[in-house]
């Protein structure tokens, strides 16, 4: 199972145990375990006013109550457990507890694959190798390079001609460019081609112009 929680975006503790809380929600785990993982979620609610949002409702440890549900959930299915963006911890109002409720769970937890990703390489690499940091030399770093172009280009063609599209090639060269090769932006954009195109049809840098027109636009 992979279970994945995205904190970008998180400003507190709370925020952070809403996402946990729904990552968790939706795996689909089998009757008796659901039965113990719903009593935890039972405890941590959401409660709203008029229509509005207005916190969770639980217990100091929910956050630690959440990830010790990872060791049950292990122990049943092998699990991964991905948290992208997680240098947005630091910078939320109580960055240190927060940081250091979930290294205090996490470190009991030898059989749990984590994975922990994020798009700002240097505060990644703050929270793991600077002193006094809760999850200092706590993980194994891989580093994922830049995709080749050239390789990346052969990708998007295949999956261009499984729907029935051809790409003229003077389309890529500017793409690429425009968006300094980040993977992200090239597939909004070939996305944006996609929706424009049809079966049949050959994209052109004239219908890349008025893709790129429609999404500057978003």
Known sequence: WLVEADFFGVRDRQRVIEKLHRAIGQMPLASGLRVKVQEVLGQLREFGFGGFKAGWHGNAKGLED?????????????????FDEFQALTEIDDAADVLGSMRSVIQKQPDVFYLFAGSDQNSLRQMFFVEKNPFLKSVSVLEVGPIQRNEFILWLVQRFEAGKRTVEPTVWEPLFDLVDDIPG???????????????????????????????AAM
Not at 192 to 215: F, N, R, Y
């Open 66 to 82: 959440l990830l010790e549900l990872f060791d049950a959930i292990n122990k049943n299915r092998p699990v991964v457990v991905f």
């Open 185 to 215: 932006d090239v597939q909004q954009v070939c996305h944006g081609l996609w929706e424009a195109s049809a079966p049949g049809q050959t994209i052109g840098l004239e219908l890349l112009e008025a893709t790129l027109d429609g999404i």
